[in-house]
């Protein structure tokens, strides 16, 4: 019994976070990958949503109660207003998939005695991408594409008014108070268009993926079957002067899209919000000239205009045999510059992203010239 207290000092603890065999592993958890089609069901880009302002208080009904002052008069304070319901541009979000189908404003509290008036309900904020435009009955009621731009969805209801309001020389113990006005309610299609600078757009397997990969962190699926990409991605295209250029990749296009043939009109609208395009031709296939002709006429079917923007003509797949004759061939049939790379060997990839800065360096001086703001990442 003497060397229990010995015995103790000496055993080590059963948990001891400075001892590297004990301690826990504090590491973080790496975020499982997801895979292109598990990550179809976290994007949406389109959401029916029935919005509904708060509702009003109700004016308050008293009269003042003080010992010897017998005819107090009326002292019943008007309610509170109803809470908006707002949508808010966040550059954080990037799929509709975390709005809901209904949202309500916080209805206004009830007046009270003493003329005091009740508390305005609080707005009920919705958080969008940037990016997205809000329809009613087809019709474009708002556009957010700037970073904490706000719209008014639902306006709330208006506080009644309390008993101290229809005080008058007439009637001076007025027993007349108002409800509050309901809010309004309105259904409203969210419908959201990718926000980049820059957009990938090609035919299946034409290499948009892995060139989106070479050029950026972004890690968008890649696989040697068509369509792998089902939802638009975004990398980031960082420079030495901290300037940063956002370059989509767009789900594969196929001759007949702009008739919704293969993934169809569901992604050509996120092609509207890039300001200058990136035609990515697959060089190892007989006449490539001829994809990037069908993709003007698909972008032109769409929307008059669209294959007119600034562009130029990316090469891919350099680095096989085939694809050197061709590209050849490719620089007789096209007018616009031509710029071939290897995604998978990262050949030329200086050239072509020296270029993508030329041409966001001219989007940005125009539209400075213009007096308006260009879109920052």
């Not at 004016?59 to 319901?85: A, I, L, M």
């Not at 209805?107 to 940037?130: L, Q």
């Not at 972004?218 to 940063?244: C, M, R, S, W």
């Not at 919000?273 to 296939?285: A, I, K, P």
Request: aromatic content about 8%; overall charge positive.
């Amino acid at each position: 019994s003497a060397w229990k207290p010995l015995l103790l000092l000496l055993s080590p603890p059963a948990f001891s976070t400075s001892c590297a065999r004990c301690a826990k592993d504090r590491r973080l958890r790496q975020k499982r990958a997801i895979s292109e089609r598990q990550l179809t069901r976290y994007f949406v880009d389109q959401r029916k949503v029935r919005v509904v302002g708060g509702q009003g208080g109700d004016g308050g009904h008293s009269f003042h109660s003080e010992p010897r002052k017998v005819f107090g008069g009326p002292d019943g304070g008007n309610g509170g207003d109803g809470g908006h319901v707002i949508f808010k541009a966040d550059q954080q979000m990037k799929s509709l998939s975390s709005v809901f189908r209904f949202y309500q404003g916080f209805h206004g509290e009830r007046g009270g005695s003493k003329n005091c008036y009740g508390a305005n309900g609080a707005h009920m904020y919705v958080k969008v991408p940037v990016g997205t435009l809000v329809k009613e009955d087809g019709e474009v009621v708002a556009d957010l594409t700037q970073h904490g731009e706000e719209y008014i969805a639902a306006h709330g209801g208006a506080g009644g008014r309390g008993n101290r309001f229809f005080l008058s020389n007439e009637n001076r113990a007025p027993k007349l108070f108002t409800p509050g006005e309901p809010g309004q309610e309105r259904v409203l299609h969210l419908e959201l268009k990718t926000t980049a600078h820059a957009g990938l757009v090609g035919f299946p397997n034409a290499g948009k993926s892995s060139l989106l990969r070479a050029i950026s962190r972004a890690k968008p699926a890649v696989a040697a079957y068509p369509f792998t990409t089902l939802n638009p991605h975004v990398g980031i295209v960082h420079y030495q002067d901290y300037e940063q250029v956002a370059v989509a990749d767009i789900p594969g296009l196929i001759q007949g899209a702009h008739q919704n043939r293969g993934l169809g009109m569901a992604f050509l609208k996120h092609i509207e919000r890039c300001r200058f395009l990136l035609y990515v031709l697959d060089l190892s296939v007989p006449q490539p000239w001829s994809q990037l002709q069908d993709l003007k006429y698909e972008l032109e079917a769409y929307e008059k205009g669209l294959s007119e923007r600034p562009c130029v003509v990316v090469g891919n797949k350099v680095d096989l045999a085939q694809s050197r004759i061709n590209l050849a061939l490719l620089r007789e049939q096209v007018a616009e510059r031509v710029i071939a790379v290897s995604a998978l060997t990262g050949d030329n990839l200086e050239e072509l992203l020296l270029h993508l800065r030329e041409l966001y360096d001219t989007y940005v001086k125009t539209e400075q010239s213009q007096g308006q703001s260009p879109v920052k990442w």
